[in-house]
């Protein structure tokens, strides 16, 4: 069946350092690739998304690419900020379908 | 421009009690999809209702179901609570319109739901 990994964190950064958080899926078909970020006591927000092979998601300075060859979707800032913090989902949804099928999530600190 | 809404914020119930939590779309949204999110874990598809009818169903048991009603608010039931069944509880809402390949879930910030 479908499924979703994801790195495991926490992933501690300090303020301006780069984040790569890893997420490869298993899918048939061709599947949407979404990531969703949920900051403390809150519900989730979606932070990109991407629905075809070599498709880039980006939003707020996170970028994402849809790698078919390698299912996976990694997740990347240049530089990121305390703000930041918070716990990243990766997730998927099949064809023609928007059911999402979630990773266990990432926890990020960013310390100034 | 309301986003997606949910009542109660937070509740705790008894073992062996009933449920049931609430749920408003985002304006325009006629579909509503309803996960669990243990603690720790990623969220689980539980059931989407569009149309007032029950789409598509996760693995979830029969204790667990829904509700759509004409103004595409929703309501998801639980009976005969156990102690497992303590998560938060999100919904989310989709446009039908936008096309299989632009769905987008806004989700609500959730029900803590607690068994005891």
């Known amino acids: 069946g479908n499924s979703v990994t994801q790195m495991e964190g926490p992933v501690t950064l300090s303020e301006e350092a780069f984040l790569t958080i890893n997420c490869t899926y298993t899918?048939?078909?061709?599947?949407?690739l979404f990531w969703y970020v949920q900051y403390p006591g809150e519900g989730l927000q979606l932070l990109l998304k991407a629905t075809k092979a070599d498709d880039k998601g980006s939003n707020k300075g996170f970028e994402a690419t849809y790698r078919k060859e390698t299912t996976s979707f990694h997740l990347e800032k240049g530089s990121v900020q305390v703000s930041d913090s918070a716990v990243y989902f990766c997730?998927?949804?099949?064809?023609?379908?928007?059911?999402?099928?979630f990773g266990t999530g990432t926890r990020l600190q960013v310390f100034p | 421009d309301a986003g997606v809404t949910q009542s109660p914020t937070h509740l705790i119930k008894t073992r062996g009690q009933q449920v049931t939590l609430r749920c408003s779309p985002k304006?325009?949204?006629?579909?509503v999809s309803w996960y669990q999110q243990a603690l720790g874990q990623g969220p689980q598809f539980i059931f989407q209702y569009y149309e007032e009818e029950e789409r598509q169903r996760g693995n979830f048991p029969d204790r667990f179901s829904g509700h759509q009603f004409p103004n595409y608010s929703s309501e998801l039931n639980v009976n005969a609570l156990l102690l497992g069944d303590s998560a938060l509880y999100l919904c989310?809402?989709?446009?039908?319109?936008?096309?299989?390949?632009?769905?987008?879930?806004?989700f609500g910030p959730g029900t803590r739901l607690t068994v005891t």
């Open positions: 989310a809402s989709s446009p039908r319109w936008a096309g299989p390949t632009s769905y987008e879930q806004y």
């Open positions: 304006s325009g949204h006629d579909t």
């Open positions: 997730a998927l949804s099949a064809y023609n379908t928007d059911k999402l099928i």
């Open positions: 899918a048939t078909g061709y599947p949407s």
